[in-house]
């Protein structure tokens, strides 16, 4: 029965993109808009595996993913940092925290010229924008984790007579778990977000960059497989992060 | 001393900023004084256009939140109410939110060209998914027991939308709105800095880049930053007077 409905269940999922995929056939077929707006699904697919087998699509991604690393790792490393402090002392929260909100309201396309300005267009942009996208949400989270530590386990750790150091690491770092996560996942979704944008406006390498050339060369359907390309890695993350959070949730405490 | 603490940091680093722009040999091309970012604002205001540009930036965002939330919050309740539409259309939501937001910016921008209807229209689809996810969520978390007592009540299923659906899910659509707003004002300035050149901020921005202007660029950073905040606390403000309502 349950797989039964399983089926079913997968059936309905899959009948809406086939049928999708049954229209944009047809409007192909019938030439009913031009290439330049719509290529067949048969183009797209032969694109797209053009671009494996010469290898420009892998080296692509690579690129991209190389910029995510790298702007990624230094944003939540500095976002853990900040975070912390002002989650653990209400002093610094003072004095920092509403300048860091201030600074946070600008959206964050809107550095990309001042940062054009400052440090050209290289690489530095791509890394240092990608770390800001990951820094502002790990910074949220993590302050708030830290400062979300349920009082029923402080004083735990209080009659327990630790001293300030086993106090963060057996009370408040395991509390603030899956604030911490919640930070780095939605810092590696920005990041994610933050380098195709960059990408499209601002290089000449990366997946970003490719949707940005076939573009200029009206050719649609090497936008189309990119868009493929993108959707299976956006899915991959997700799913892997999701598996990772099922993982963490085991350790996450819950005051009684 | 609780009140000049978070003053601290900005008046200091106000401080360094005016110190480094006097004393470096940084030219103030790249480099401004405060005060000459501050002028360049007013001056914006008082005979640069500005007013004329902040008016069409936020019209584009206006109209792409409103095209972009309204469909979100629609299809947002067809998910969480209709099983069926659930069941069909889920998976392809789902599968759309995978592929990162800028990516459609190519393709729109092929579609609807880079003028105002390809910046509306990635204004609006900026704003569809917070809206639609979040409207979803919450309407599929209603209770059975809501729907088997307008089923008891003879409700028409429109008459549930209006008066269980929407009320019962309105904290969780209106946390979707708001982050539809956000969403919808960085896509404006994404869209305006990206495409077509048009009267707007992103616009006045690309303009003080390619003049290497970076006192009217950071002029903009604030104003920028500023709107953004003033969206916020609106959103805020709203929310919790329709929540009030609600509850009363």
């Known amino acids: 029965m349950t797989i039964r409905r399983a089926v079913s269940r997968a059936i309905a999922g899959i009948a809406m993109p086939l049928l999708l995929l049954a229209a944009w056939s047809l409007i192909a077929r019938e030439g009913w808009l031009p290439d330049q707006i719509l290529p067949a699904p048969g183009v797209v697919l032969a694109t797209l595996k053009e671009f494996i087998a010469s290898g420009d699509l892998q080296d692509a991604t690579l690129i991209s993913l190389e910029r995510v690393a790298k702007g990624f790792a230094a944003g939540a490393v500095a976002g853990l940092g900040f975070g912390a402090a002002i989650g653990l002392s209400p002093r610094l929260n003072r004095l920092f925290g509403p300048t860091f909100l201030g600074l946070a309201q600008v959206p964050l396309l809107a550095w990309m010229p001042v940062l054009i300005l400052l440090v050209g267009i290289d690489e530095g942009l791509k890394v240092i924008l990608i770390g800001i996208a990951t820094f502002i949400p790990v910074v949220l989270n993590v302050a708030q984790g830290f400062r979300d530590v349920p009082p029923a386990l402080r004083e735990v750790g209080a009659v327990l007579l630790f001293d300030p150091w086993s106090m963060l690491t057996q009370i408040v770092l395991p509390a603030a778990v899956p604030s911490i996560f919640t930070g780095l996942r939605e810092g590696l979704a920005n990041a994610w977000q933050t380098v195709i944008a960059v990408e499209v406006f601002a290089s000449s390498e990366g997946l970003g960059y490719l949707m940005a050339w076939g573009r200029q060369l009206f050719q649609l359907d090497l936008v189309l497989a990119v868009v493929v390309v993108l959707g299976v890695i956006g899915f991959a993350l997700n799913w892997g992060l999701a598996r990772l959070e099922r993982r963490l949730d085991r350790w996450q405490v819950r005051p009684a | ?248």
């Open chain 2, 1 to 248: 001393m609780k009140r000049v603490l978070p003053l601290l940091v900005p008046l200091v680093a106000l401080a360094v900023w005016e110190a480094a722009a006097r004393l470096s040999h940084v030219s103030h091309e790249l480099l401004p004084p405060p005060e000459k970012v501050a002028y360049r604002l007013w001056d914006g205001f008082a005979h640069g256009g500005m007013t004329g540009d902040l008016a069409a930036s936020l019209l584009r965002e206006l109209s792409g939140f409103v095209i972009g939330a309204t469909g979100g919050v629609a299809l947002g309740l067809l998910l969480g109410l209709s099983r069926p539409a659930c069941r069909l259309l889920g998976p392809l939501f789902l599968g759309y939110r995978q592929v990162a937001l800028f990516a459609w910016v190519p393709l729109l921008s092929m579609w609807f060209g880079g003028g105002e209807q390809g910046k509306v229209a990635f204004i609006a689809l900026a704003a569809m998914a917070p809206s639609a996810v979040n409207t979803w969520r919450g309407t599929s978390a209603l209770p059975h027991s809501y729907i088997e007592l307008s089923r008891v009540l003879m409700f028409r299923p429109l008459d549930y939308v209006r008066f269980v659906a929407l009320p019962g899910a309105l904290p969780a659509i209106l946390t979707g709105l708001r982050s539809s707003l956000i969403a919808a004002w960085l896509a404006t300035v994404g869209a305006e800095l990206f495409l077509d050149v048009a009267p707007g901020l992103g616009g006045r921005m690309n303009e003080g880049r390619e003049t290497f202007q970076m006192d009217l660029v950071l002029a903009s950073v604030v104003l920028l930053g500023l709107l953004g905040l003033t969206f916020s606390r609106l959103a805020v403000a709203a929310e919790k007077s329709l929540l009030k309502r609600r509850a009363a």
